[in-house]
């Protein structure tokens, strides 16, 4: 699917795209969102949502890009690695802490593939009570 650039946006995509550029300090918008904007109703909303989410909160920018990255691996998206990764190293992240996340993510993936396919059973003292 062909990316649409700024200069071949609709004016609904242009003031999503303006805000993109505005909110990141940039002048230029990623390809994810050139795409998305075959579907501007889809682009505002997703805007609107990774704005949200990814906002500072109970959990660090880091710690949540950190997510992001350990998701998109597990799922195999390229594309977010890479651009999560930005992100994450321009708010602190490291080449250790990039090589412990990939550690556990392997651990986590390898793990919960032997626990479903034994179908292990949850421990009593780890399930949650309501209280």
Sequence with gaps: MKL???????????AVFDDIMA????DSVNNFWKALAHDPVTL????????EVMS??????LVKELIYIAVSATNGCEYCIASHSASATAKGMTDKMFTELMAVVGMA???????AGYRVPV?????????
Aim: glycine share 2%; charged share 40%; hydrophobic share 25%.
């Design 44 to 51: 505002r909303r997703t805007w609107a949502s990774i704005q």
């Design 123 to 131: 421990d009593e003292r780890f399930k949650q009570t309501d209280q």
């Design 23 to 26: 909110k990141r300090k940039t």
């Design 4 to 14: 649409i650039e700024y200069h071949e946006a609709s004016p609904e995509v242009r």
């Design 109 to 115: 993936n390898e793990t919960n593939r032997l626990v």
């Design 56 to 61: 500072a909160g109970e959990l660090d920018p």
